[in-house]
């Protein structure tokens, strides 16, 4: 009698483990994986960068200004990159991949201004994903 009543309970605890394993019941979806939110917290045009700050930033250059700078700073973009994307007039002629190490984090990248490239310009700040986070307008030569 002792032995039917042990295997009766171990049947019945074998039933409920079997009951709280069913998975006929769909799985609860996993949560999104969270984009990071990356934030421009500032974004200028100068003619140099001197210990990781923007120097003579403006809004119009000379025409023998020969190189200028886009600088940036950003928060949220820890481990990914940035591109900087130069248009003269409606023509892109530089873009420029950048890797961002932590926030916030400053960046720059460079483009050489040919004397006769005069007019209107302007530089993209995009995320990895090709998104437009800030335009910063300027001119040369004008």
């Known amino acids: 009698m002792k032995r039917m009543a042990m295997i009766a309970a171990s049947t019945l605890l074998l039933g409920r483990g079997l009951a709280a394993q069913d998975t006929t019941k769909a799985a609860a979806p996993a949560p999104a994986a969270a984009t990071p939110s990356v934030t421009v917290v500032e974004a200028v045009v100068a003619k140099s960068v001197l210990d990781r700050q923007p120097q003579d930033t403006g809004a119009a250059f000379p025409a023998d200004v020969g190189q200028l700078n886009c600088w940036t700073k950003v928060e949220g973009a820890g481990g990914s990159t940035l591109h900087h994307v130069w248009f003269h007039g409606d023509t892109q002629v530089g873009d420029v991949e950048l890797q961002v190490g932590g926030s916030p984090w400053r960046t720059w990248s460079r483009k050489t201004v040919p004397a006769d490239w005069t007019g209107a310009w302007h530089v993209e700040v995009r995320d ?3 998104t437009v986070l800030k ?8």
């Open 135 to 142: 335009r910063i307008d300027f001119t040369v030569g004008q």
């Open 128 to 130: 990895a994903a090709g």
